[in-house]
């Protein structure tokens, strides 16, 4: 699927960006990948990282406020994956205009570069689980930017081209994730982990489902899908257990922003949801949408079903969290 395609991933120089390269170089002999990011610095690392690789990697200093050069960095593109964001919650909150600036009209951007290509045959965006009611400026600028690139479709017109959204929580182990948090303070010798909640509990993906799913989305899509992996929960306090066992646990109270389950899939999408093996699809609501596009195999999800890190069917344990930490660490 990816043999001989250019592809384009904005925000490249990411935990994600890396990954989805490497399994890439991997498993495909694409024409090109082509980073779009504005930190040359992280290009400069990237670069020495795939340097094996240099007659196929390509790096453009962009950013995606900057639409002029997202088109002419599209130039010949296939697929384009969309990472580039705003992610951090107190940074959003403290810089509002900028994460609107990134997040969304970023994203108005990406679309009309795209719209204006004659190249582009498909697109991912990556989302959150923070973009699902959404209670922080970070979530509801991913919530405005996933309805674009969803409404997108309904202005290809007969061109093969298509939008798709990949929705997933935080990353175990990548920058921002609580696993890097804990290892920082048992590494300086304490022996007590702050809970911001002892109920809390989360979703755990790795970068190998996270690029699995964008994969999925990029074989499978016709067009306005949402792809959400089915992943296991954990409690908070069993990763606590996990990274440093027998240790003190200080409740210190939820965050402003932060939420005290993950929700992946609300009640109200149930009734446009699908489930298949290994994941499950919102497919959109729309007149431009037909039903001969849902794809085949999955079984619509119950009336008032909710796909939520408390409510899951599947659960990591002390023991499978330690196995799990180790392979990251």
């Not at 002999?29 to 795939?50: G, H, L, V, W």
């Not at 304490?190 to 994969?215: A, C, H, N, Q």
């Not at 919102?282 to 037909?290: A, G, L, N, S, V």
Request: with cysteine; hydrophobic share 40%; charged share 25%.
């Amino acid at each position: 699927m990816l043999n001989n395609k250019t592809i384009l991933i904005t925000g490249g120089t990411g935990s994600f960006g890396n990954h989805f390269v490497e399994y890439v170089l991997k498993n495909y002999t694409p024409n090109k990948i082509i980073i779009y990011s504005r930190d040359e610095y992280k290009q400069f690392i990237m670069a020495n990282k795939f340097k094996e690789y240099k007659d196929v990697m390509r790096f453009f200093i962009g950013d995606v406020r900057d639409k002029e050069r997202l088109k002419r960095a599209l130039n010949g593109v296939d697929y384009v994956i969309h990472a580039a964001a705003m992610k951090q919650v107190p940074a959003c909150e403290y810089n509002p205009i900028e994460a609107v600036r990134t997040n969304i009209e970023g994203a108005m951007n990406v679309v009309d570069a795209v719209l204006d290509s004659d190249s582009v045959e498909k697109v991912v965006a990556l989302s959150t689980d923070k973009s699902v009611n959404p209670i922080n400026l970070y979530g509801g600028t991913k919530l405005v930017s996933d309805k674009l690139f969803i409404a997108a479709n309904a202005y290809v017109g007969k061109r093969n081209l298509n939008f798709s959204v990949v929705r997933y929580g935080n990353v175990a182990g990548s920058r921002g994730s609580v696993i890097p948090f804990f290892k920082s303070i048992i590494d300086s010798g304490k022996k007590e982990l702050p809970i911001t909640d002892y109920r809390m509990t989360r979703f755990w993906i790795s970068l190998d489902k996270g690029v699995d799913l964008v994969i999925k989305a990029l074989l499978e899509a016709k067009g306005g899908e949402t792809f959400i992996s089915k992943i296991p929960s954990f409690k908070i306090t069993d990763l606590a257990t996990a990274m440093l066992p027998n240790c003190e646990m200080q409740e210190v109270g939820i965050r402003e922003g932060e939420k005290l389950h993950e929700i992946m899939i609300t009640r109200e999408d149930s009734v446009n949801t699908y489930e298949y093996d290994n994941h499950y699809i919102i497919y959109p609501h729309f007149t431009w949408w037909k039903k001969d596009c849902i794809i085949p195999g999955g079984t619509v999800v119950p009336s008032g079903f909710e796909y939520s890190s408390d409510n899951n069917s599947e659960w990591l344990t002390v023991e499978q969290l330690q196995e799990n930490i180790h392979q990251l660490l």
